[in-house]
Nanobody, 120 residues
Framework: QVQVVESGGGLVQPGGSLRLSCTTS????????MTWHRQPPGKDRELVAG??????????NYADSVQGRFGISRDILKNAVHLQMNDLTPEDTAVYFC???????????WGQGTQVAVSS
């Protein structure tokens, strides 16, 4: 069992930035594919960004809607991932979730989410 905990959400004005963090209880985050998802009010959950597992830094991918504005990164020493969100718009308002998926087991572990609200 891997515990996943998100933090860093809050209220920000349009054009602002936030940095979300996802801490895990694993001792080796390279064994997991890490992704950020979000669920806007009244809508389905959607994939925002991902970073692959493995020891060599991980490849990244982004939803078209956040490409060029969001950046996902991994801290191997702290077994954490971060989501840097820039140039936020009201359409980015959502609960943001972090997911860890075992590279070999396929097991998935979700956090409880952190709320991001973009409003003037």
């Amino acid at each position: 069992q891997v515990q996943v905990v998100e933090s860093g959400g809050g209220l920000v004005q349009p054009g602002g930035s936030l940095r979300l963090s996802c801490t895990t209880s694993t001792s080796n985050i390279t064994m997991y594919e890490m992704t950020w998802h979000r669920q806007p009010p009244g809508k389905d959950r959607e994939l925002v960004a991902g970073i692959s597992g493995g020891p060599s830094g991980g490849s990244t991918n982004y939803a078209d809607s956040v490409q060029g504005r969001f950046g996902i990164s991994r801290d191997i020493l702290k077994n954490a991932v971060h989501l840097q969100m820039n140039d936020l718009t009201p359409e980015d308002t959502a609960v943001y979730f972090c997911k860890a998926q075992g590279r070999y087991s396929g097991r998935t572990y979700w956090g409880q989410g952190t709320q991001v609200a973009v409003s003037s």
